[in-house]
Structures are given as C-alpha cells and as structure tokens.
C-alpha cells in the first residue's frame, strides 16, 4: 500500500492567525462564480457593482444559513459547547441552508435594486453551482462529506483516482467513496447543462434558476444516501420506504447506502428536500407556461425600476446581441432610432 498522505488542513500561517485551505477553497468558489456571473450580467447592461455587492452580502448570508440550518439539527452536539458554533473551519455546514440564507439575501437586496428576482436569480444561476463544484473540495481537504466504506481497489482500479485523493480518502485505516467528487463532477456536467440551455430560445425567465434547482437536487439525492454524516430526521415508516425505493436504482448497480445514525432519525433530510424541491420546481415551470405567465424570455432585455425617470422617457433599452457572449447592444434613444429609420428610407 502508498504511504497514507493527509492534507495538512491549514494552507499558511500569518503570525498566530492560521489561514485554512477550507476558507481559501470557499473564497475561490465565490469569486470564480462572481466572474461567471459578472460577464453575463455585461450582456445585459447591468453594472458589475450590483453583483459585487450582492457577493459582499450574499457570502456571509449563505455561510450564516449554512450553519444555522446544520446546528438545528444536529444541536445536541453544540449544546454544551455553544462556542463551536462559531468555529466553521472545522466544517459542519449544509448546502441547503446556505442556499436558504443567499436566496432571502437575494430577494431583498434586488427588490431594493429595482430588478426583478427571477431574471436575476436566472443569471446567477450558473455561478451557484460553479461554486458548489469548487467549494466540495474543501470537504475534501478536511475528510468529510464522504461517503461509506469501500475497498481500496474500487477507488484505483475502477474510478482510477489518482493517489492523492484515494489517500485522503483513507479515514481512519478505511477507505470511503469521495462523495465529494460525486458532486463536484455531478455539478460541472450541470455547468456545461445551464451554459447551453440559457442560449436557448425556448427559455423563460426563472426557467434557468429552477433548471439549476432540479439539477442539484437529483445527483444530491442519490449522492446524498451515500454518506456517512447526512442530517436525519424521524419519519412515518412509508415516507422511509418511498425514498428507499426511488433509491432502489443505485442499490441494482451495486451501491451500498452509508450509515444514518438512528438517534438522528430514519430519513435522510437532504434527500426529502431533494425531492420536494424537484416536484416544486416542475410545478413552477409547468403552471406558468400553462397560465401565460411565463411571456418574459431569458433573452429579454432586464432592467431596473430604480433607473432615474428622466432617462425612462426617452431611452430604449434593448437586450443582448444574438450570439455575441460579451457584448451588449447599445442603448438607443428614440431620436437615434428616428434617425436610422429616416436613412433606410
């Protein structure tokens, strides 16, 4: 067998204060998604300032709901330590509550903007499951989020993973599936997904946030029932069965489920949001096409009610140029447009 090799958690040290490969890893995430997000806001007119600042609160949101939404349900382990409430590097956040936490942000700070929350949630889109992509290595660096154990040979000879993740991989003399790897590859092809899809003209707007929502939701619930340290809760005997039998097709290709504490519960708490997410977002999209209320396009031009009244008179704001990435077509005025109509005449 390789030498084990475990990442050292801390990246650098700047006197007393340690710098964690958690927090690096979670700050690249964000910027490599505020990247993404800026240049497709550009093909919109709408200044990189408003996601720049929408980062500076949404981060912290998402962090706060994250782990607000882990101690919940896991509080019998912070009761009587409430201080390692405070101590994220260690881990101990759940996706679904940071998501919680950036959405309420969200919709505040681009109600106060003047823009509409599903165009915006539309662009952003794409960046959030970058980051999520990013950010699951940062489980990776501290050995957790992984899923049950299996044999040393799996991970070589049949996902052929190079050393330094089959290494880490090696909790406590037992190697574990890298559910984290799971997600984050599950999260890139779903990248490459909404990448296309919003070139699409067939899209509506909040079509593509809801896109993303279905996505996730599926390669979570059945990567989700793989781990070892899901949150769980106790539910009705048939609510364990359902969610086992839509799992049955994971158990046929010879996976196993990780072990669920049963102090926590009997049902997996992601794979229940999972669900109940997928069949929420579905409705969504199905009942605004069928009600004629889903008539504004991803493609369609955004734009903010804040705009000053004196330029909404005689400004025309028009929306992206069809299949140019960066560029914006430019705001017209209706004297221009006069004028060019005047020349092809």
């Known amino acids: 067998m390789d030498t084990l090799l475990l990442l050292n958690p801390i990246a650098f040290s700047i006197g007393a204060l340690k710098v964690h490969w958690y927090g690096l890893i979670l700050g690249t995430a964000a910027l490599v998604g505020l990247l993404l997000v800026i240049r497709e806001g550009k093909r919109y007119n709408?200044?990189?300032?408003?996601?720049?600042?929408?980062?500076l609160l949404g981060v912290p949101s998402a962090i706060i709901g994250a782990r607000i939404y882990y101690v919940a349900f896991r509080w019998d382990d912070y009761k009587d330590n409430f201080w390692d409430v405070f101590k994220i590097w260690n881990g101990?956040?759940?996706?679904?509550?940071a998501l919680i936490g950036a959405i309420i942000c969200a919709v505040i700070f681009f109600r106060r903007k003047g823009?509409?929350?599903?165009?915006?949630?539309?662009?952003?889109?794409?960046?959030?499951?970058?980051?999520q992509m990013i950010g699951r290595w940062g489980n990776f660096v501290n050995q957790e989020a992984y899923g049950g154990p299996v044999e040393e040979s799996f991970l070589r000879d049949k996902l052929?993973?190079?050393?330094?993740?089959?290494?880490?991989?090696?909790?406590?003399g037992v190697f574990h599936h890298p559910a984290f790897l799971y997600e984050s590859m599950w999260s890139l092809v779903g990248l490459i997904i909404l990448l296309v899809l919003r070139r699409q003209k067939f899209l509506?707007?909040?079509?593509?946030?809801?896109?993303?929502?279905?996505?996730?939701?599926?390669?979570?619930f059945f990567i989700e029932a793989l781990r070892t340290d899901s949150l769980g809760f106790q539910a009705p005997q048939w609510v364990a069965s359902m969610v086992n039998g839509l799992w049955s097709?994971?158990?046929?290709?010879?996976?196993?489920?990780?072990?669920?504490?049963?102090?926590?519960?009997?049902?997996?708490?992601?794979?229940?949001?999972?669900?109940?997410?997928?069949?929420?977002?579905?409705?969504?999209?199905?009942?605004?096409?069928?009600?004629?209320?889903?008539?504004?396009?991803?493609?369609?031009p955004i734009v903010s009610s804040k705009v000053p009244s004196e330029s909404s008179d005689d400004m025309v704001q028009t929306g992206p140029v069809a299949g140019k990435e960066d560029t914006v077509t430019p705001v017209s005025t209706k004297e221009d447009l006069k004028q060019a109509e005047e020349k092809k005449e």
Not at 50 to 55: K, R
Not at 92 to 97: D, L, P, V
Request: hydrophobic content about 50%.
């Open 46 to 55: 709408i200044p990189q300032e408003v996601f720049m600042d929408m980062v």
């Open 160 to 172: 052929h993973l190079p050393d330094f993740i089959v290494n880490q991989m090696n909790v406590e």
């Open 249 to 300: 097709p994971m158990t046929a290709m010879g996976f196993e489920q990780g072990y669920l504490d049963p102090a926590y519960g009997n049902v997996r708490i992601s794979q229940l949001l999972a669900i109940g997410i997928i069949v929420v977002a579905v409705v969504f999209i199905v009942v605004r096409r069928m009600t004629g209320k889903a008539d504004v396009r991803y493609s369609d």
């Open 92 to 97: 101990g956040i759940a996706i679904y509550g």
């Open 115 to 131: 823009y509409n929350f599903w165009r915006m949630a539309d662009i952003c889109a794409p960046g959030l499951i970058v980051g």
């Open 204 to 220: 509506r707007a909040g079509e593509l946030f809801m896109s993303y929502f279905i996505w996730y939701s599926i390669g979570r």
